[in-house]
């Protein structure tokens, strides 16, 4: 098997974070819609958008995108069936160390996005490298059928537990054993 780019998987806080995305078609409105999700302060350039689009809390940037579009920005996002221009972005992205996702192109990218089911406090996210976002979704599904109530309760509860774990707990290890035990008792 033929050595395969791995990424490293994280969660990113982008509550009040600036992020561009460029583009004003469908594939932007959906990943509008989960930054949005997120808290992120987004803005949009594009010379049309959807009028979904513009339905949204965004900023919209009725013209194309400028290099210095990207100033003050954490993320970006090229969302175009522009290839010219989405490797643009990136190559613009790249220069100032930004955070960048081209849709449906990993190899610009320098940050890709799972395939996310959110319920409560509980998000699986489910990546496949860039090889199959449709692969991710089916696996998304899957996994996402696991998820009830029950362990939405459960979330909610442990996270209502973990200042009090802080204080009377005093190691990691001691915190990690209370908190699988908790769960084991929980879902078992």
Not at 9 to 16: I, K, N, Q, R
Not at 54 to 63: K, M, N, P, S
Not at 99 to 118: E, F, G, Q, S, W
Not at 120 to 129: D, F, M, N, Q, R
């Amino acid at each position: 098997m033929p050595d395969e780019k791995r990424y490293y998987m994280a969660c990113l806080d982008l509550e009040g974070l600036s992020v561009l995305v460029v583009g004003g078609g469908r594939i932007a409105l959906e990943k509008v819609a989960g930054l949005l999700d997120c808290g992120a302060d987004v803005t949009v350039v594009a010379p049309e958008v959807l009028p979904e689009l513009r339905q949204r809390q965004v900023t919209w940037l009725a013209r194309g995108y400028e290099p210095r579009d990207l100033a003050g920005r954490y993320l970006v996002v090229a969302a175009t069936q522009i290839e010219a221009l989405n490797a643009t972005v990136a190559r613009d992205a790249a220069q100032r160390s930004l955070l960048c996702n081209v849709v449906d192109d990993p190899d610009k990218c320098t940050v890709i996005l799972p395939a996310i089911h959110r319920d409560g406090p509980i998000a699986i996210a489910v990546s496949t490298g860039g090889a199959s976002p449709a692969l991710a979704k089916r696996l998304r599904d899957q996994f996402a059928a696991q998820i009830g109530p029950r362990t939405v309760a459960v979330a909610r509860e442990l996270r209502a537990r973990r200042p009090w774990a802080k204080r009377n707990l005093a190691t990691y290890d001691e915190r990690k054993e209370y908190f699988e035990r908790l769960v084991d008792e929980a879902l078992t």
